[in-house]
């Protein structure tokens, strides 16, 4: 799977965003990043053996393997407050358009379902196998406009975290189940297929608003 087919959103964050832009960026992704991991952790009990020993191991480290301040969601708490941005979840919810909203949506529809468990476990898979080098560049992109390490260890953080938990999500998580679940393989890529198009729309209704030298966000962003 390509990592960005759609526009280069985040080769233009790494090298010519400005402060204020990284910002909206940071305001759209915290949509889901202040409950990163939640909605794909109701997949758990709906899974079995070697899949589920896997989705655990994702979902560890993502809960920040018994440390509070290394979880995911407060990694980027930090990032946020870095940038000067309300941190409290939520705050920014009126501000997104409903391509936002509907990323995050759509984990949760797939994670509240057991029905669709195949679905939520191709949506993080996809999500884990195209993130590294995206998240290389967001922190490029955020140390060229002065972020320290505290705020772009969110970003840091992923780089490596992803690259190793792509092959568990592969191999481990998506292929194990798909051997247990062969009439279930589809909806592993449908949720594949979910999680890469919306992020294709998002990037490029973002992309298309910063081309235009216009805000992507609805009003004013919430200061901290
Ligand atoms: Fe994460």
């Given at each position: 799977m390509a990592a960005d087919d759609g526009p280069p959103l985040s080769t233009f964050l790494q090298r010519e965003a400005s402060l204020e832009q990284f910002r909206e960026f940071v305001v759209h992704r915290s949509i889901y990043h202040l409950k990163e991991a939640d909605p794909h952790s109701w997949a758990i009990p709906r899974l079995r053996g070697r899949a589920k020993a896997a989705l655990v191991e994702i979902q560890s480290d993502e809960y920040g393997g018994g440390r509070p301040e290394r979880m995911h969601s407060e990694l980027f708490r930090a990032t946020m407050r870095g940038l000067g941005?309300?941190?409290?979840?939520?705050?920014h919810l009126g501000r997104v358009p409903a391509v936002t909203l509907a990323i995050s949506n759509a984990m949760s529809l797939f994670g509240l379902h057991r029905r669709l468990r195949g679905a939520s476990i191709g949506h993080l898979a996809a999500f884990e196998m195209t993130s590294s080098l995206p998240n290389r560049r967001y922190a490029a992109g955020l140390r060229r406009l002065g972020g320290d390490a505290t705020a772009t260890r969110f970003y840091d953080e992923h780089v490596q975290a992803d690259a190793v938990h792509e092959q568990i999500a592969a191999h481990d998580l998506c292929g194990a189940f798909a051997r247990d679940h062969p009439s279930l393989s589809g909806d592993v890529l449908y949720g594949a297929a979910c999680a890469l198009t919306l992020e294709r729309l998002w990037a490029a209704q973002v992309m298309s608003r910063w081309l235009r030298g216009t805000t992507s966000l609805l009003g004013e962003v919430v200061a901290a």
């Open positions: 941005l309300d941190d409290s979840y939520g705050a």
